[in-house]
């Protein structure tokens, strides 16, 4: 190459002058990209350059403003990167647009492009039809040729009708150049559409006797094509054809076409072929022919390649058509002489047209065996293959066994596949037709099986399977026949690596005719097959002709062997579902010999199977099932009917049940939307306003709640109103029916208060128009006298509010936003809170700004109390925010920890707000309404004793004197509330008895919660929860309760999902899960759960799931979460204050907090305060400084330094947290935080 | 019908390619295998070869293969002259062509080629009429 490369770069500049070739220089980049690559050493550097290359030319396109000269240059190097395999995909556009816009060269290189990036089906094509029909239009005769040429290589048949027209115009073209092209593009269009060319026939006629052979001979394309189609059509064209055969060898064509002194040679193979068609069978027509192929054999004497391939061609046809001997006797001869020549080439075609004589004349062949001989022997492959062929027409009965020899040799050593298949077909063509004995007959097809395996066809197997059982009429034959095969067969099974198809040809054999083996046992055959099976990389049809061939031999042994009911047994559990069929069968047959053989008949595989179809064997089961209340059967007319049936009844249930058909009632109009559109100065009307938005609203409602506006509001937090959005308000009368308490409605309409308070602009209070409870899903109340209430109960807020409203409000809003965080809280503890809201109104104190705000937090936080569906998150506030109203009411009280103190003084004061007690609103839900009318008297002196009440029923649940707050939670479902009896907490079961509530006995000796927690529960279960707090662990003690009277329910599995930082054990071993199996009615089964923690989290919780099975067996689950607090895990530490200093400095982690709390406190009320909250050990209080330790579950150690100092009406406490971890220092200045605030 | 045309050479760099119907496989490992294949045979044997299911006809020359991929209904010693008639088309243009010819003109040997073989049937094979387009365009352009 590199001599080759010298030469070239001597002779570049002449390359770039033009005077060599290409008339045009070759671009730099070209020439070293050609340079390179010729110099690359390895496949790896070309790889390399040619990547480079494509890169660059990518670069290159990018950029704009490219010249077409320097467009065409590098369209040239993307045909040369495409051809070498490259994806090119960005240069396709450009080289369209070259195509289109470029000069002759240009374009033409743009054309070139095109065809060579793109196919037919490309999407790109697209673009060029309107390019190519430009230039098909154009004047340049250039330009119609390129248009042509592309035509012919990138039309697709969605494009021909576009260019149809235009392309049949050519054909007219004075140009033969453009009706050549034109003629090409048609056959094109021929090729892709047939039906679309079919009205241009007559014009390739007339094409045909073009007067420019050129174009004549383009034409004879399309004629070979369409009379390959159809012959008939075109056999009067025999006579054209034969003359311009004629002429052609004639020598009337000009010296051009002439190529070594044969006249267009290749015109003259093209009519001989077509010429060939129209004479095959054909007497008529072959008789026109005789004399030209006379001639024409005659003429090509010619010592060249071209001469011997018109020689070869004629010779082709005049074996193709209706045999002339005169002509085969010359056509034979000149065979002779191709087999004689030394060119292997020429004896190539030798063999190939004695081939095609032998079914004309016969005997042709056997003059030239000898040379047929050396041919096979020819080590070059391809003559061997072609002779090959020539036996294989030779094939008669005499040399079938050697040519099918021949084959099998030739079909053994060969490894191309598609000479393996096509030897297979051959042979077992042979084979079939020529067999001289069957036992050859079996023998070659099992070699064939052997080398061809996957190759031959299923239907040579079941061919030979059926020449074996069908037989012929002699019977001894038959016999020896199928002796033979199982002889052969028994030999063949013992070798390896048999192909699928023989193993099933050789299983069925042998199980249908190993009978006939005299000298062999059936058994060893068995164990043939047998070890057949072992091999289990065949396919499951073959090893399911191993199975049915054991069964067989089975049968015909009448028992079966151990080894066999053993691998059945194995193979009655495999995955293949068809082999386990037939491995159950066996073993069921083996029980019933006799049936066995009735099943596997010794030689029957010719009689027909009597089928039963009406199945009269299977009656007696049917009666039998019928008779025991089987459902008879339905025919499928029947059955179809029905689904259908169904479907409409399924249909129309599903339509009308629950949905509520019932159009809307019309919305009540203006009184209420004047009402509420009031603007927020009038708010001395305000009190009055709602009232009569109330009145109007409520009037002459049906039992759905509406609001003033005559929506149906319920369920809607926040509703849109000319003021905003405010938020929904409870209804007060299905509040009432959802607590135990009769507090929710005072609750609920002190909370109305807030609300509005808090939405309105600014210092007033609007009324807000009553709404809907969200979530409710109680009865409803007579909408009346709800409504009424509501009236009076507006003009009492409003009245109320006005004055304490100020100070609330923007405080409320920031609160509100920012507290609303999805607690939800049990209607009892909303209760607990309205109360407090209640008192804080009440109280009028702007100074407690704080404690109120967190009040109305609280109180706007348990706003969504009433969505019972909700999993109630306890908020441990509660009772510290009773606590803490507490405090705020009384301005130097201690802060007792018990709050029945709390609840005392609150009546205190409340009692010198207050004028009245009302002591009937400790009734319970259904006395709601005596309850509402009540508040409003009470809620003019702006105070209630309704939430003290409250607050003292709840203190009446909680067990005094425990030092602990107790949690409260409420049930997610409101029947379990309903069912609550308001006196207790205790559950009851459904007859009446109570539930035992007592703890194991081990854990009774520790403190513990007495009360329980329900969690969760609904008519049927119900789960509670019991707080024992050991030193080391916090345990948690579950009561699965089943109270109905009547119902068991089974498979009672709760699942406790605490906080991550805890670990759960359940009966001594780390889980989280108890299982019981079945709880009788008015029962309950108790479990612990001990949870230990490393750590605190910031929000520590006890969640999980309830599920069980109830009577019908439908699953049910309910979901609790239950918060754990800071003090269920803190423990006290006793220290004394000299340790307590020891190990003041050694903790790590602290932090400092300065609370300012709004009154006086004494050390002393806050370490009481943080002993109930926290469970510290008060260590020491010395003047105005405290100090406490505690620890978490026996881990880390807690301290805890307080200071207060005292100013006039305020405190400041300093909060002083060190702790050996941070995150657990974090919570406890966090609880600090919000005890005191 | 022919399938396609190439040119490799004897290190089995491909040339010139030109498809005359939409190749499904990978070409350039198929025109490995064929190169190979064709590499592997001697002077004296056939110039025919069986490669899957259609035929090559090839012929060196020089380090030049012309390998045309052919159906089996075609004349395979006509489509080996076909090969002879390209090259003496292409050393009439390129007069004395070699391989670097073919190499550094790629758009006019394609464009050859393109006048005597359209959709895979022999169409024009009168050398002067063959290149009468191209040498119009030269004309044309210069």
């Not at chain 1, 598609?418 to 297979?424: A, G, I, K, T």
């Not at chain 1, 709602?690 to 009037?699: Q, R």
């Not at chain 1, 009553?770 to 209430?789: C, F, K, T, Y």
């Not at chain 1, 509402?932 to 002196?941: G, H, S, Y």
Request: proline letters at 4%; one cysteine or more.
């Amino acid at each position: 190459m590199t001599e080759v490369m010298e030469r070239t770069l001597a002779s570049l500049p002449m390359f770039m002058k033009g005077e060599l070739g290409g008339p045009f220089g070759v671009s730099r980049g070209f020439q070293t990209l050609i340079k390179a690559i010729g110099e690359s050493q390895s496949k790896h550097e070309e790889e390399r350059i040619m990547k480079k290359e494509v890169s660059y030319l990518q670069q290159k396109l990018t950029q704009p403003d490219i010249s077409n000269k320097h467009m065409k240059e590098l369209l040239v190097r993307l045909v040369y990167c495409n051809m070498l395999g490259h994806d090119i995909t960005f240069g396709y556009i450009h080289a369209l647009k070259l195509a289109q816009q470029g000069g002759l060269v240009e374009k033409r290189v743009g054309y070139l492009a095109v065809s060579l990036f793109l196919h037919e089906d490309h999407e790109l094509i697209m673009l060029l039809i309107n390019t190519i029909q430009k230039d098909l239009k154009s004047t340049n005769i250039l330009h119609v040729c390129m248009g042509l040429t592309a035509v012919c290589a990138l039309i697709s048949t969605e494009m021909i009708p576009a260019l149809l027209p235009m392309v049949e115009d050519k054909l007219q073209h004075p140009k033969e150049v453009v009706r050549k092209k034109a003629i090409m593009a048609l056959h094109r269009f021929y090729l892709k559409a047939p039906n679309m060319v079919q009205h241009i026939h007559e014009k390739f006629r007339k094409v045909l006797c073009d007067r420019d052979p050129g174009v004549m001979g383009a034409s004879l394309n399309i004629f070979y094509d369409l009379i390959k189609e159809d012959v008939e059509k075109h056999r009067d064209l025999t006579n054209t054809f034969a003359c311009i055969m004629k002429q052609v060898i004639g020598g009337k064509l000009t010296n051009d076409f002439t190529y070594h002194s044969v006249p267009a040679p290749w015109i003259q193979v093209q009519l001989l072929r077509i010429l060939g068609m129209l004479g095959a069978g054909h007497k008529k027509n072959s008789e026109q022919m005789y004399a030209v192929l006379d001639e024409t054999l005659d003429k090509s004497e010619i010592n060249h390649n071209i001469g011997y391939a018109v020689l070869y061609e004629c010779v082709r046809t005049v074996t193709a058509i209706h045999p002339n001997p005169a002509l085969l006797e010359k056509a034979a001869e000149r065979i002779g002489r191709f087999l004689r020549s030394h060119s292997n080439n020429l004896r190539y075609l030798g063999i190939t047209a004695l081939t095609s004589m032998l079914p004309v004349l016969p005997g042709v062949a056997g003059e030239h065996q000898l040379v047929v001989i050396e041919c096979l022997d020819d080590p070059d492959e391809t003559l061997q293959r072609k002779t090959l062929e020539l036996l294989y027409r030779m094939t008669g009965p005499t040399n079938v066994t050697v040519i099918c020899d021949r084959l099998i040799s030739h079909l053994s050593t060969t490894a191309d596949t598609y000479l393996q298949s096509d030897l297979v077909t051959k042979i077992t063509q042979l084979a079939e037709r020529f067999a001289p004995s069957n036992e050859w007959f079996i023998t070659t097809m099992n070699q064939v099986f052997e080398l061809g395996s996957d190759l031959v066809p299923n239907d040579v197997a079941q061919n030979l399977l059926l020449l074996l059982a069908e037989g012929t009429d002699n019977e001894s034959e038959d016999a020896e026949l199928r002796l033979h095969a199982v002889q052969s067969y028994l030999g063949l099974v013992e070798r390896p690596h048999l192909p699928d198809i023989l193993v099933q040809v050789s299983c069925w054999t042998l199980g249908e005719y190993s009978y006939l083996l005299t000298d062999v046992e059936p058994q060893a055959v068995l164990w043939r097959l047998l070890s057949l099976l072992e091999q289990d990389h065949r396919s499951v049809e073959t090893m399911g002709s191993v199975f049915t061939a054991i069964c067989k031999l089975c049968a015909q042994m009448g028992r079966v062997p151990e080894e066999v009911v053993s691998v059945c047994e194995r193979y009655v559990s495999c995955l293949d579902v068809d082999l386990r069929q037939r491995a159950a069968e066996l073993l069921e047959l083996q029980t019933d010999v006799p049936l066995m053989q009735t099943v596997l008949p010794v030689d029957a595989s010719c009689e027909d199977l009597q089928i039963d179809p009406s199945l009269s064997f299977l009656d007696e089961f049917v009666s039998d099932a019928l008779a025991q209340g089987a459902a008879p059967y339905k025919p499928r007319q029947q059955r179809q009917s029905e689904t259908l049936a169904m479907a409409e009844d399924k249909a129309q249930a599903a339509l009308f049940s629950g949905l509520n058909f019932k159009p809307y009632d019309t919305p009540l109009v203006p009184p209420s939307l004047t009402a509420s559109s009031t603007p927020p100065s009038s708010q001395s009307k305000g009190v009055s306003e709602p009232s009569g938005s109330l009145s109007s609203g409520g009037s002459g409602e049906s039992s759905d709640k509406l609001d003033g506006l005559g929506l149906r509001t319920r369920g809607v937090r926040k509703i849109w109103s000319k003021d905003g959005c405010t938020k929904v308000k409870k209804m007060a009368a299905p509040t009432l029916e959802v607590t135990k308490e009769g507090q929710e409605e005072t609750g609920e309409v002190v909370q109305e208060a807030p609300d509005m308070s808090s939405y309105s602009g600014g210092a007033h209070v609007e009324p807000s128009t009553v709404v809907a409870l969200p979530g409710q899903h109680s009865n409803d109340l007579p909408d009346l006298q709800e409504d009424r209430r509501k009236q009076q109960l507006a003009s009492a807020l409003f009245s109320g509010l006005q004055q304490g409203g100020t100070a609330q409000t923007s405080r409320g809003r920031g609160i509100l936003k920012t507290s609303r965080r999805g607690k939800t809280r049990g209607p009892a503890v909303g209760n607990l809170l309205e109360g407090i809201d209640s008192l804080e109104l009440s109280s009028q104190d702007p100074s407690n700004t704080t404690t109120r705000t967190d009040i109305l937090t609280s109180a706007e936080t348990h706003d969504n109390l009433f969505d019972l569906e909700n999993v109630l998150q306890l908020d441990p506030i509660g009772p510290g925010i009773l606590k803490t109203s507490s405090n705020s009411t009384d301005n130097a009280r201690h802060v007792e920890s018990s709050l029945e103190e709390d609840f005392e003084t609150v009546e205190k004061d409340s009692k010198g707000a207050t004028d009245s007690r009302q002591s009937n609103m400790l009734e319970k839900t259904l006395n709601s309404q005596q309850n509402i009318e009540k508040l409003p008297n009470n809620r003019t002196e702006q105070k209630t004793e309704e939430p003290c009440d409250s607050l003292q029923l709840q203190s009446e649940d909680l067990v005094i004197g425990l030092d602990r707050p107790q949690v409260l939670l409420t049930s997610t479902s409101t029947d379990s509330i309903l069912d609550r009896d308001n006196d207790t907490d205790r559950m009851k079961f459904d007859n009446g008895t109570e539930v035992p509530t007592t703890l194991p006995e081990c854990l009774m000796e520790f403190p513990h919660s007495v009360e329980h927690v329900e969690l969760c529960g609904d008519e049927i279960v119900r789960l509670s929860l019991c707080k024992v707090w050991k030193p080391e662990e916090f345990v948690v003690v579950l009561f699965m309760t089943n109270h109905s009277s009547n119902r068991v329910v089974a498979d009672v599995c709760a699942k406790l999902e605490p906080s991550s930082n805890f670990q759960c054990y359940i009966g001594g071993t780390e889980s989280s899960c108890i299982v019981e199996e079945k709880i009788a009615p008015c029962s309950c089964s108790v479990h612990s759960a001990h949870l230990t923690c490393k750590a605190p989290a910031l929000s520590m919780h006890l969640g999980g799931e309830l599920s069980y099975k109830d009577h019908t067996l439908t699953n049910r689950r309910l979901f609790f979460t239950c918060p754990v607090q800071l003090s269920d895990v803190v423990r006290s530490l006793e220290l004394t204050t000299e340790q307590y200093g020891e190990k003041w400095p050694l903790t790590s982690h602290d932090k400092r907090l300065k609370l300012e709390i709004s009154k006086v406190t004494k050390v002393a009320g806050i370490m009481d305060m943080l002993q109930g909250r926290l469970g510290i050990h008060p260590v020491d209080i010395i003047g105005n400084e405290a100090i406490a330790s505690g620890t978490l579950l026996q881990q880390g150690l807690c301290l805890l330094h307080v200071k207060v100092t005292t100013k006039v009406n305020t405190s400041t406490v300093e909060l002083w947290v060190k702790f050996n971890s941070q995150l657990f220092t974090e919570c406890i200045a966090r609880e600090c935080a919000a005890i005191f605030r | 019908m022919l399938k396609f045309i190439l040119l490799v050479n004897k290190q089995g760099q491909t040339r010139l390619a030109q498809y005359y119907e939409h190749p499904e496989h990978d070409r350039v490992s198929v025109e490995r295998d064929i190169i190979r294949k064709c590499l592997a045979r001697e002077d004296n044997q056939c110039s025919f070869l069986e490669y899957k299911n259609f035929k090559l006809v090839y012929r060196r020359y020089a380090s030049l293969y012309f390998i045309v991929g052919v159906d089996h209904t075609e004349n395979e010693l006509a489509i080996l002259e076909l090969i002879h008639n390209i090259v003496e088309t292409y050393d009439k243009y390129f007069d004395k062509v070699c391989e670097l010819d073919i190499m550094f003109n790629l758009d006019k040997a394609y464009m050859i080629l393109e006048e005597m073989v359209m959709n895979g049937r022999i169409v024009e094979m009168n050398q002067n009429r063959i290149l009468l387009p191209i040498r119009v365009m030269d004309q044309a352009t210069q």
